[in-house]
């Protein structure tokens, strides 16, 4: 038997009940049918065992409120002195203990901490199912972000090879302009020229460059002819293109239409019977002669004097975005 020591500090009355012979309260004392508040005989739950008339030991009825209950026992004053305890020991026996003989309170308070720990289980598993719910919620969502990672990764890779080919492409673009100005190196543009119904543009190049006070001969002339307009130029007048066999004679005459502006302080040459307003220019693509007019704007912009053509071949380096 396990037992835990007290010492009885309260003096209330126990419930009638616990005097009825048939109460499930059970005690080790025997009392006396007549009322001189005597116990005849009490059993010591002490190492002695020993029954002892309860005139001798001082136990009267009275005395049985203190421990008259389950699980209440008396101890013989020699077993007292032994294991130095008090009268009274409440005791809890063991495991054999039947749960009927355990007091309602406790059975209410013991059900009240099952129904507790069962509402407890039930919260866990509840809290270990979202738990879990968003567990895989989290790895559904990692999986949706490496797949979008993927494709961002993706998406950018292709835009950098949509970079790199908007290069390339300008690069060629730059390439095929400069190789079809090149082709034109040895062409002059000469524009205020009218057309006329069954003209001679050879004899109308002699006599330019007789003007310009340097001559050409058919046999210096390639190739001429009439091209329309540019849809983005205000001059309405097909100009002449004239191809010349060799780009010195081409520089020559441009040398000297220069001279005749500059000596005559006129924005353009005047041809008896050709045009009132002639100009000699090279032949430039549709990109160089957009880059010539946007320089002549800002150099007017800036009050700069000249501004003159000059084309050379430029070597470049590729540029890739890696």
């Known amino acids: 038997m396990v037992s835990k020591h007290l010492t009885w500090l ?21 009392i006396t049918g007549d009322s001189s508040n005597e116990i005849s005989e009490n059993e010591c739950t002490g190492d002695c065992r020993k029954f002892y008339h309860g005139k001798c030991v001082d136990i009267n009825k009275q005395d049985l409120n203190k421990f008259l209950m389950h699980g209440v026992h008396w101890i013989c004053p020699s077993c007292r002195d032994v294991t130095n305890n008090t009268s009274i020991v409440i005791g809890t026996e063991s495991n054999d203990t039947d749960m009927e003989s355990v007091p309602s309170s406790v ?34 969502f990692e999986t949706a972000m490496n797949r979008m990672n993927e494709k961002i990764a993706s998406l950018e890779k292709v835009n950098r090879e949509n970079v790199n080919l ?3 492409v300008s690069q060629l673009h730059t390439k095929v302009d400069l190789l079809e100005q090149q082709t034109r190196a040895n062409n002059l543009e000469i524009q205020g020229v009218a057309f006329k119904e069954n003209e001679n543009l050879l004899s109308i190049m002699c006599k330019i460059g007789e003007h310009v006070k340097c001559p050409i001969a058919e046999a210096d002339i390639d190739t001429v002819y009439r091209v329309a307009p540019h849809p983005s130029s205000a001059q309405q007048m097909k100009p002449i293109i004239v191809k010349l066999l060799n780009k010195h004679k081409r520089d020559s005459i441009l040398a000297a ?3 005749l ?30 880059l010539l007019k946007n320089t002549k704007e800002a150099a007017k912009s800036k009050n700069f004097k000249f501004v003159w053509v000059a084309v050379i071949d430029v070597p470049h380096t590729e540029q890739r975005v890696s």
């Open 107 to 140: 059975t209410l308070i013991l059900k009240d901490i099952q129904e507790n720990l069962r509402s407890l289980n039930k919260k866990y598993e509840d809290v270990m199912d979202s738990v879990n719910f968003c567990s895989n919620q989290i790895s559904t």
């Open 257 to 259: 239409t220069k001279r």
């Open 166 to 168: 908007k290069i390339e």
């Open 10 to 30: 309260k003096e209330e009355p126990l419930p009638p009940e616990m005097f009825d012979a048939n109460s499930k309260y059970e005690s080790s004392l025997s």
């Open 261 to 290: 502006r500059r000596e005559s302080n006129t924005a353009g040459i005047a041809i008896e019977n050709i045009s009132k307003k002639l100009f000699i220019n090279e032949h430039l693509t549709s990109k160089m002669k957009l």
